[in-house]
């Protein structure tokens, strides 16, 4: 079945470091694909997504492009700040969109 | 303002106690899901709908039950909940069905602790 392996966490950067979160997944035809993020005691909030191969998602400095040769969707963002510490989800959803996939969510910390 | 509400934010229980956890939302959305997030295993579907008295289950139904008798509104129903369903619960909804593009917006989230 469809599933969502992403990097184990926690991951701890100091401000301004470059961040990648790794996210491969496993499906049949052509799933969506998303990352959503999750501040302390709040629900997930859409990040960014990529609805077909080679899509690039983009959204407040995070970036991650759709790439089905690989079957990846790696998070990054090229200077991080103490407000981007937070719990981030990959997740896909099917073609027919009944059920979507997260992985088990990756911790950020950013210091100082 | 678009919102998924949630009630109650916080629960604590005794097994084999019946329990409601309310979900409600205002932006028309036909699909509406439950999810379950516990440490280590990320979140994972309970049931979803994609429209009034229409529902399915997904990875982890055992011990829940849902019903949608109206389309703005998804209940989760723990007949005798148990401690392994001790547990943050998250209720969500999206506009489309049948199409995977559409985003999943998402309540605050229940925590319940069943003892």
């Known amino acids: 079945g469809d599933s969502v392996t992403q990097m184990e966490g926690p991951v701890t950067l100091s401000e301004e470091a470059f961040l990648t979160i790794n996210c491969t997944y496993t499906?049949?035809?052509?799933?969506?694909l998303f990352w959503y993020v999750q501040y302390p005691g709040e629900g997930l909030q859409l990040l960014l997504k990529a609805t077909k191969a080679d899509d690039k998602g983009s959204n407040k400095g995070f970036e991650a492009t759709y790439r089905k040769e690989t079957t990846s969707f790696h998070l990054e963002k090229g200077s991080v700040q103490v407000s981007d510490s937070a719990v981030y989800f990959c997740a896909l959803s099917d073609r027919i969109g009944n059920q979507f996939y997260f992985g088990t969510g990756t911790s950020l910390t950013v210091i100082p | 303002e678009a919102q998924v509400t949630q009630n109650p934010r916080y629960l604590i229980t005794v097994t084999g106690k019946k329990l409601t956890v309310t979900c409600s939302q205002n932006m028309n959305h036909e699909y509406m899901s439950w999810y379950r997030q516990d440490p280590g295993l990320g979140l994972r579907q309970i049931y979803y709908?994609?429209?009034?008295?229409?529902?399915d289950k997904g990875d982890v139904p055992e011990g829940y039950k849902v019903s949608r008798k109206e389309k703005r509104n998804f209940p989760l129903i723990l007949e005798s909940p148990s401690p392994n369903q001790t547990s943050l619960y998250f209720c969500?909804?999206?506009?489309?069905?049948?199409?995977?593009?559409?985003?999943?917006?998402f309540g605050e989230g229940s925590r319940l602790t069943v003892l």
């Open positions: 969500a909804s999206r506009l489309v069905p049948g199409t995977g593009r559409g985003e999943l917006f």
């Open positions: 709908s994609m429209n009034v008295e229409v529902t």
């Open positions: 499906a049949t035809g052509y799933p969506s």
